[in-house]
């Protein structure tokens, strides 16, 4: 089945130490997105890309960096995680605006724990 | 700008009973509009859309129409099951030109009690 996966599902750092979220996708979507969740909150997208260009939200620190390698494969890098960015980290891709409605389509989450 | 506007919650209902969770919504141009379901520690799942007025989606005993008169895409359900406990978000994506973002409500966690 088509889908979007992410690993690892649960990951643990310490304060500082930085760490590296995956996300790996088999629906050929052109856009691919990173949001962060925190309890009980809607999702916030942190950016986007549409293709090979990068989309970055006005209010995303600038601890976090992003990287797509290729269409298949989207990466979530955390310079120096501070007790503020636990959350759940979510990736998700959709269709160009041309051919998709809009829809996007979730993978499982990472649950980041920093100590 | 755009922005969604979903009922409060928790909501608690026993079980079969009828389930309603209000959505509105403001948008500049003419969006599609989802509601989308999140189980406990997993991401969130497309539920259901619509993309034009008057549309109605449905899946799994779900429904919403949309209603661009009221600006609105309730959810509904004729009777709830405990496997439906969750939490649920409503969501547009504006039909402009370059916009791929989704603008969620703030979600409703949905309890059903057996």
């Known amino acids: 089945d088509a889908m979007v996966i992410q690993n690892p599902r649960y990951q643990v750092t310490q304060f500082g130490k930085p760490v590296t979220l995956s996300c790996s996708q088999t629906?050929?979507?052109?856009?691919m997105y990173w949001y962060q969740q925190k309890s009980s909150q809607a999702p916030k997208l942190l950016f986007h890309?549409?293709?090979?260009?990068?989309?970055n939200e006005a209010d995303t620190p600038d601890n976090f960096q992003s990287r797509r390698p290729n269409t298949s494969f989207c990466f979530l890098d955390i310079r120096s995680p501070g007790l503020g960015d636990a959350a759940m980290y979510l990736c998700?891709?959709?269709?160009?605006?041309?051919?998709?409605?809009?829809?996007?389509?979730f993978g499982p989450g990472t649950r980041l724990t920093v100590l | 700008g755009n922005s969604v506007t979903q009922m409060e919650g928790p909501v608690t209902l026993s079980e079969e009973a009828f389930l309603t969770i209000n959505c509105t919504y403001t948008?500049?141009?003419?969006?599609?509009l989802f509601w989308y379901v999140q189980y406990p520690g997993e991401g969130l799942q497309l539920l259901l859309k619509?993309?034009?007025?008057?549309d109605k989606g449905s899946n799994k005993g779900f429904e919403a129409t949309y209603r661009k008169e009221t600006t609105s895409f309730h959810l509904e359900k004729g009777s709830v099951q405990v496997s439906d406990s969750a939490v649920y978000f409503c969501?547009?994506?504006?039909?402009?030109?370059?916009?791929?973002?989704?603008?969620f409500g703030t979600g409703t966690r949905l309890t059903i009690i057996p």
């Open positions: 948008a500049t141009g003419y969006p599609s």
């Open positions: 998700a891709t959709s269709r160009d605006r041309a051919s998709g409605r809009g829809e996007q389509f």
């Open positions: 969501a547009l994506s504006d039909q402009g030109f370059g916009n791929e973002k989704l603008t």
């Open positions: 890309y549409y293709d090979k260009d990068f989309n």
């Open positions: 629906l050929n979507h052109n856009v």
């Open positions: 619509a993309t034009k007025a008057d």
